[in-house]
């Protein structure tokens, strides 16, 4: 994998010559990416080395030498902001000074985080969590799934700041090769009866997202979710964009929702614990379960949608087993995902959204053209 996604960002890369990117190649195959870093900045290896295209093949082999930090400030300078250095441990409030700030009648928060090999990326996560001004009490959890890369050795960090906030579930084999969703594994962890989700390489950007969200829940009672806009990071292209074009607040229409038209991301949403009546599935199954969760969850009650509140950061990372997939097979989990709703939502008398979720599918495997959710 990693060497067609080099390719692919040599090939973006304006004026680069064949001879290099040949040897930039040949480096990372036999393992030597730092010789590879060295081959790339060589004076007059490429014409133009303050594009994006530039800045990401950059990040991209940074991360594969394990230099994390200085690959996250190259990003950093890509899209003008600095938030790894704004969204460090050491930037954070203590757990006394947030604890002395919930209230006794507001509603917890468990927050989950399930992360592999996120070493790059935990930090991020982590301190936009505790980054949190609410009057709501908060949890963290993470669970970590037989990380190799320093993750772990990270987490110890935060667990010895945050002793009472944070709970830490380290697995000592990968499930996620065996099957398992690790999102599903973590939700029987959660104590509160509300809950946030983001995992590890996605973070928050506004102090706010939990307060506001928590406060709509609590005080609109038949609401499964609050949901609300995001931004995402696109680290093949080094740009920042908004993820949804529409800025309204407003609850957002069940059909939409139950026919996955629309898709509430993880990162986004918080979600009533009684409400969340996730189907069991395996990773075999092949399906989405962002989209899983957003059809049960409009399925069982309003989702109301904060559109101009920007939360969080969907990053799109080339590490990840989803972005470098391509569009067929994207497209493939999307009809598997409905296939698999189908049936659950005829148990759950959604007959006529069962029924529209396979025309669907049958449209889409008719057409054998990607569609993007």
């Not at 690790?182 to 509160?192: F, S």
């Not at 920007?310 to 989803?322: D, E, P």
Request: glycine share 6%; net charge negative.
């Amino acid at each position: 994998m990693s060497q067609a996604v080099l390719s692919q960002l040599l090939r973006q890369v304006t004026g680069l010559d064949e001879a290099i990117g040949a040897q930039v190649l040949h480096c990372v195959a036999t393992g030597d990416v730092n010789q590879a870093l060295q081959t790339l900045e060589a004076p007059g290896a490429a014409v133009d080395t303050h594009s994006h295209a530039w800045g990401a093949l950059r990040v991209y082999l940074l991360h594969l030498a394990k230099r994390y930090t200085d690959a996250n400030r190259v990003l950093d300078d890509m899209i003008g902001l600095p938030l790894s250095e704004q969204l460090s441990i050491d930037n954070c409030p203590s757990e006394a000074e947030i604890m002395a700030r919930w209230e006794p009648e507001a509603e917890g928060v468990s927050v989950l985080c399930t992360t592999f090999n996120h070493a790059r990326f935990i930090d991020m996560a982590l301190a936009s969590f505790f980054s949190q001004v609410s009057s709501h009490p908060f949890e963290v959890i993470v669970r970590d799934d037989a990380s190799t890369d320093g993750t772990s050795d990270l987490l110890r960090r935060w667990e010895d700041r945050y002793p009472q906030l944070l709970k830490v579930i380290r697995l000592p084999e990968n499930t996620y090769r065996l099957g398992q969703s690790p999102m599903l594994a973590t939700m029987p962890y959660a104590t509160q009866p509300l809950i946030a989700m983001c995992e590890g390489d996605d973070f928050w950007v506004d102090s706010n997202k939990l307060h506001w969200q928590a406060e709509l829940l609590q005080k609109n009672p038949t609401w499964s979710a609050v949901t609300h806009n995001h931004f995402e990071l696109d680290e093949g292209t080094g740009r920042l964009t908004p993820g949804r074009t529409t800025k309204i607040r407003g609850v957002l229409p069940k059909q939409d929702l139950v026919n996955v038209n629309l898709v509430l991301w993880g990162h986004t949403l918080m979600v009533r614990r009684s409400s969340l009546n996730m189907p069991l599935y395996t990773l075999q199954d092949g399906v989405l379960g962002d989209q899983v969760m957003t059809c049960m969850l409009g399925a069982a009650g309003e989702v109301f949608f904060i559109g101009d509140l920007f939360g969080s950061v969907a990053r799109r990372n080339l590490f990840s087993t989803y972005t470098p997939l391509s569009a067929a097979d994207k497209q493939r989990r999307r009809i598997n995902t409905r296939r698999f709703l189908a049936p659950i939502l005829t148990q759950r008398g959604e007959k006529q959204a069962a029924q529209r979720l396979l025309r669907w599918c049958q449209a889409a495997e008719q057409q054998a053209s990607p569609m993007a959710v």
